[in-house]
């Protein structure tokens, strides 16, 4: 096996905890979201996603309707586009605000720091929306890691557990599928992107996950517990 030129890394679960995106974006976006939309609701930018929304759930709605939709969406962490782009605004502020900085696993920055300076292009793709993502790395607890990221990739690319996804990301970023390693923690989307030609690793952190997976359970991609354990 060639040894990848490209990464491309999720980040809840891989680079950062769940538990930070549980239990404190989460909540302060489904708390935040009423207000948010009252104030905003009328803005282009904001009125797509609401509209998006309402159309899924049957047609014109009150904005209190489609406000109850999304905190049920939020409770159960479904990864809609319409709820990752009005989260991703909504986060903006509490990032700007100081309300919290994003999470990220201690090896993580060092690690990431050290392919930039080999000159390894470094992807992002995650479920949540590419304007939260880049507040993610911009606002986090090692400092501004913007600059470390060549792209961005969110669901409007496709889902992370369909191949055709890895495909449209294999094509934007210009490198055949297999120099290009895709870092997440599950793998069903490791699976998806495996389909799609890409190189792959499980990243089985014991702070998401108390019992480590193997075995059928690893689907056959290596295993690996942090960044420093990856090999390129």
């Known amino acids: 096996m060639q040894h990848p030129t490209v990464i491309l890394t999720d980040i809840e679960g891989t680079t950062s905890s769940i538990s930070f995106v549980k239990n404190v974006l989460f909540p302060y976006a489904r708390k935040a979201l009423p207000a948010f939309v009252a104030a905003h609701g009328q803005e282009p930018q904001v009125r797509r996603w609401l509209d998006a929304v309402a159309v899924e759930i049957g047609g014109a709605c009150q904005d209190s309707l489609i ?23 909504i986060w903006e502020a509490g990032y700007r605000n100081g309300d919290y900085k994003a999470h990220f696993y201690p090896e993580v920055a060092a690690v990431l ?29 090692a400092g501004d890691l913007t600059g470390l990221v060549s792209g961005w990739f969110d669901t409007e690319v496709g889902g992370k557990r369909e191949a055709d996804s890895y495909r ?18 599950v793998v069903e989307e490791l699976d998806a992107a495996r389909d799609a030609g890409l190189q792959t690793r499980l990243l089985d952190r014991l702070d998401d996950y108390p019992l480590p997976r193997s075995g059928e359970a690893t689907h056959g991609h290596d295993r690996v517990e942090n960044f420093q354990q990856i090999t390129l």
Do not use: C, N
């Not at 990301?169 to 490198?175: L, M, N, P, Q, R």
């Open 168 to 185: 449209h990301i294999v094509e934007a970023i210009g490198v055949p599928a297999g120099q290009i390693l895709f870092l997440s923690d």
């Open 113 to 141: 720091k050290g392919w930039h300076a080999e000159g390894k292009p470094l992807y992002v793709y995650s479920s949540g929306s590419v304007p939260s993502q880049k507040l993610f790395f911009g606002f986090s607890e």
């Open 67 to 89: 406000v109850e939709t999304l905190q049920g969406w939020i409770d159960q962490d479904r990864k809609h586009t319409a709820l990752k782009a009005l989260q991703g605004m």
